[in-house]
């Protein structure tokens, strides 16, 4: 009788999503979702996290986390290979509020100095 043998199935790291949003310093911030096995870790310009696993259970989580982590607003998720022509225009209207919200900023500092 022939042995069967099960495939191994490699628990690697794996991007699978992206979280755009705007920082407190109304730069357009760029974060990478990591994922392997349960646990999930952001990564970017604003640093690293790793979500506690109750945290690590999908898109909608992972951006409110991310919110709440770095400060950021209008943030949205697309995960990989999920980028398309309405994508692109969000990005791009949030790249507009991002440069309002940074001569906001600018402004305020100048006032203040």
């Known amino acids: 009788m022939a042995v069967r043998r099960v495939p191994r199935k490699y628990d690697r790291e794996e991007m699978v999503a992206y979280i755009h949003g705007i920082d407190p310093d109304g730069d357009v ?65 949030m790249n507009v509020s991002a440069a309002r919200k940074k001569k906001e900023l600018e402004a305020a500092n100048h006032l203040q100095t």
Request: glycine share 12%; net charge neutral; proline share 2%.
């Open 29 to 93: 911030a760029h974060i990478l979702v990591h994922k392997k096995g349960d646990s999930v870790r952001f990564s970017g310009k604003l640093g690293e996290h790793k979500l506690a696993s109750s945290k690590s259970a999908g898109l909608p989580k992972w951006v409110q986390e991310a919110e709440t982590m770095w400060g950021l607003q209008e943030a949205i998720g697309i995960e990989k290979g999920g980028m398309n022509a309405e994508t692109l225009e969000k990005i791009e209207l």
